[in-house]
């Protein structure tokens, strides 16, 4: 009686009815465990990460934020008093200029032509450079 269920189509088609459900339940049950691991899981993470939490106060990560702003804002104050230029007119005109090194220029390479790489007198005597600067001492 089962070898004739098994050819006819309608039983056919019932086992298969009957397979699909157990592969879905067996699908939904790996699901759930699957889920019960992962809250687990983010159980664990939570409290580990409450308990770091408890090292961290956010007032001293802002307060060393801040500190950190100062002092990139008086490094920037050096930067510019360092960068400032004395007795340079502000109204330099750069055609003006790369007129000039041109011209420098092709006096150099007529130099050079004519055999005159004379080293002029203002460059002649040699100047010692200065010392570098020691770092401050704490007080």
Known sequence: CLIGCLVSSPCVT????????????????????????????????TAALKAEMKNVSIDDIEDNLDDMADLLDMTNEIQEA???????????????????????????????ELGESETPAYLQDEVAAPEAPQPARPI
């Open 14 to 45: 019932q086992l298969e009815g009957m397979a699909w459900n157990m592969e879905q339940a067996s699908f939904a049950h790996e699901n759930i465990k699957t889920a019960i691991n992962t809250s687990q899981a983010m159980k664990g993470g």
């Open 82 to 112: 360092m960068a400032r230029s004395y007795g340079v007119s502000d109204d330099i005109d750069e055609a003006d200029l790369d007129d000039e090194l041109a011209a420098i220029d092709e006096q150099l390479a007529l130099d050079d």
